[in-house]
């Protein structure tokens, strides 16, 4: 079975500073998506980004990117200029190519500090 | 396009009572999965419906059953409640055709249930 690991359940960052949150997943499958979303106090899922594991191009949405390390089980989200709305709960999610199955890690609490 | 919606959004129900939630899927997605969040066990997967069918199922007992009707609006049943059932359930809605490598959820608010 596939599993999400998130290993920083805290973390905090200064307004207009850059943040890093750390994913790593274990799955036997060569091919496969995996995806940030972002829950506000509201507990509305947001999805963040997305990237494919075909592709060796890390994906970019605007501030947001990630650091894929194929090899290493390895997603990593970069938050550059953060600002006071993306304080949240962050989740590194898996999915496989068939189906809609999402497995969720245990997820990061973002504080973004003024 | 509007959103992925649920009702209720709050709901409070007593132990052995059974609850229906409901989740109306973004116009034209056809595939709707079911999440439960509680601080224990964070969010895990309940089951998908795709064309009125169960597509997957995650390991929850037979209490938890849904089902989906043609307009692809689906209901999440919960028989026999336990206290542990109190918990933030989500819906995710999407295409659904799996031959789509975009394909991605969208979330509902969630229906917050809780059981005394």
């Known amino acids: 079975a596939q599993t999400v690991t998130q290993s920083q359940p805290e973390m905090s960052v200064q307004e207009a500073e850059t943040v890093t949150l750390s994913c790593t997943y274990d799955?036997?499958?060569?091919?496969?998506?995996l995806f940030w979303y972002k829950q506000p106090p509201s507990r509305q899922m947001i999805l963040v980004i997305r990237?494919?594991?075909?592709?060796?191009q890390n994906a970019t949405e605007n501030r947001f990117s990630v650091n894929f390390q194929k090899a290493a089980k390895s997603f990593s989200l970069k938050i550059s200029d953060s600002q006071l709305g993306d304080a949240a709960m962050y989740f590194c999610?898996?999915?496989?190519?068939?189906?809609?199955?999402?497995?969720f890690g245990e997820g990061t609490q973002l504080t973004v500090n003024p | 396009k509007a959103g992925v919606t649920q009702t209720p959004r709050y709901l409070i129900k007593t132990r052995g009572q059974q609850v229906t939630l409901s989740c109306s899927p973004i116009?034209?997605?056809?595939?709707v999965s079911w999440y439960q969040q509680t601080p224990g066990q964070g969010l895990q997967f309940l089951f998908e419906?795709?064309?009125?069918?169960?597509?997957n199922k995650g390991n929850f007992p037979g209490r938890f059953s849904g089902r989906q009707f043609s307009n692809s609006r689906s209901e999440m049943n919960v028989s026999t409640l336990e206290l542990g059932d109190s918990a933030l359930y989500l819906c995710?809605?999407?295409?659904?055709?799996?031959?789509?490598?975009?394909?991605?959820?969208?979330f509902g608010p969630g229906t917050r249930l809780l059981v005394l």
């Open positions: 995710a809605s999407s295409l659904g055709s799996g031959s789509t490598t975009q394909e991605t959820q969208y």
């Open positions: 799955t036997s499958e060569s091919d496969y998506y």
């Open positions: 990237q494919e594991a075909y592709k060796q």
């Open positions: 999610a898996y999915r496989e190519t068939s189906g809609s199955r999402l497995t």
């Open positions: 116009s034209g997605h056809r595939s």
């Open positions: 419906y795709f064309s009125e069918t169960q597509r």
